[in-house]
């Protein structure tokens, strides 16, 4: 199985060759704050813990001064993971994702408009995609990357991340 980080490189390496193919750049940008942009802010909270499953909510914030466009797919309303968007470990060892891969084209119709100082959640079923059963020390934290495309030739990758949330299964 492939790693968050290694399947984002090859993303971003694919995406950069359209991109640059096509006349323009790609940028990958970090817990980035300007005057004119700020990453949202992501927590993850455990809304049940049960013998077989884990159930936890994200919630987003946008502390910028304007409106963050964050992937539909990155946030799901629906709870349906269709891709790795938390890093768990149980007992400091990494939990694979086991869900669904879908791929996409991103068109302007999959993403939310997050208005400033508002907040967004999900609530999200670990078990789905991950094998949260076994008793132990589980740490999970939501890491995602979020494509911003105002302009087909400048591609920016946004890593939004949370910090972990720690649970003890027995």
Known sequence: MFSKQ???????????????????????VTSVQTETFKAPEARVELVRSTG???LVKVIMI????GTF??????????????SA???????GHPVEYHGR??????TPADYISMEPGKEY?????????????????????????????EDVKKIELIIIDSSELVIERK
């Open 52 to 54: 077989t499953d884990i």
């Open 121 to 149: 959640s999900a609530t999200l079923s670990l078990s789905q995609a991950y094998d949260v059963t076994p008793p132990g020390q589980y740490k999970v934290r939501y890491s995602v990357y979020n494509q911003s495309a």
């Open 85 to 91: 968007l938390f890093e768990v470990t149980r007992d």
């Open 69 to 82: 466009r964050l992937l539909r797919w990155n946030l799901p309303q629906d709870g349906h993971l269709t």
């Open 101 to 106: 891969m879908v791929k996409r084209r991103v």
């Open 62 to 65: 946008n502390h910028g001064p």
């Open 6 to 28: 290694k399947l984002a490189t090859a993303a971003f390496f694919v995406m950069g060759m359209q991109s640059v193919c096509a006349g323009g750049s790609v940028t990958a």
